[in-house]
């Protein structure tokens, strides 16, 4: 059974930092793409970063220079820091696993930027 499970979520200022894990067990990790989205309320879910297993990162525009995604391979966990959150980065993170076009989802890890 593929489990996918996020953690790290929380409330921080605007400015603040929060790093996010997905822990993934039941896949062969190091052979899927890793990689985190986001939904807002009201809003389709969107790309945030993803991470091959070959270390090829990419990125949203809106993640670019603010956010790092990473994996260690050692845990099958992929993180992402965050760093310069914007209210507008509030939304649920969910961790995903893709490859040859079988993907799964975790349930996602809320975060909430506000002062």
């Known amino acids: 059974q593929v489990q996918l499970v996020e953690s790290g979520g929380g409330l921080v200022q605007p400015g603040g930092s929060l790093r996010l894990s997905c822990t993934a067990s039941g896949i062969q990790f190091s052979l899927y793409t890793m990689g985190w989205y986001r939904q807002a309320p009201g809003k389709q879910r969107e790309l945030v970063a993803t991470?091959?297993?070959?270390?090829?990162?990419n990125y949203a525009d809106s993640a670019r220079g603010r956010f790092t995604i990473s994996r260690d391979y050692a845990k099958s966990t992929i993180y992402l820091q965050m760093g310069s959150l914007k209210p507008e980065d509030t939304a649920v993170y969910y961790c995903?696993?893709?490859?040859?076009?079988?993907?799964?989802w975790g349930r996602g890890t809320q975060v909430t930027v506000s002062s």
């Open positions: 995903k696993a893709d490859r040859n076009g079988a993907e799964y």
């Open positions: 991470l091959t297993s070959g270390y090829r990162a």
